[in-house]
């Protein structure tokens, strides 16, 4: 394939990709695009696997819950149309301490960061926890009750 035709599809995927966290197809087009989609998620070679399988849940969330109310601020669409989908922020909490945090207070200054001041944008917004050795920390709801260090002093926790 040439590099244009490449980076042609590339774009479209990332507009359908767009498309389908924003906007509701239709019932008569939901079967297709559905069936499209599963398609090329489980052909085994297949190029733009892993935004069609993207796609795909943002589609499914989309009939299940609606659209996001929220659209994206040129920052997040440049981000999206660059193919990344989400942000990661790297916090290191040191080891044998408990923390109480909101995490409502944490998506609340990060939406304002990215210019997002309606209420209803949080909710399209969520925090989770890993530490180093893939455990996580629940949430619930909105708070992060406390998370502790699981395993030992050297336990760095990212969210």
Same mark, same amino acid.
């Given at each position: 394939?040439?590099? *244009?035709?490449?980076? %042609?599809?590339? @774009?479209?995927?990332? /507009? #359908? ?63 999206? *149309?660059?193919?990344? %989908?989400?942000? @990661?922020?790297?916090? /290191? #909490? ?66």
């Amino acid at each position: 394939m040439c590099i *244009l035709c490449s980076d %042609s599809c590339q @774009r479209g995927w990332r /507009l #359908l990709y767009i498309l389908t966290a924003f906007h509701r197809c239709s019932d008569v087009m939901k079967p297709f695009l559905l069936k499209f989609l599963q398609d090329a998620c489980a052909s085994p070679g297949v190029q733009y696997q892993g935004i069609a399988k993207a796609c795909e849940q943002n589609l499914r969330r989309t009939f299940q819950y609606g659209g996001r109310v929220q659209y994206p601020n040129s920052m997040e669409l440049k981000a999206m *149309l660059a193919g990344r %989908s989400s942000k @990661r922020q790297l916090f /290191l #909490l040191p080891g044998e301490k408990h923390y109480i945090i909101v995490a409502l207070d944490v998506i609340e200054e990060l939406c304002s960061e990215m210019g997002l001041h309606r209420v209803e944008a949080l909710d399209e917004y969520a925090i989770f926890l890993v530490t180093h050795r893939g455990n996580f920390c629940e949430i619930a709801g909105r708070n992060i009750h406390r998370c502790t260090n699981q395993h030992s002093a050297n336990t760095e926790s990212t969210g």
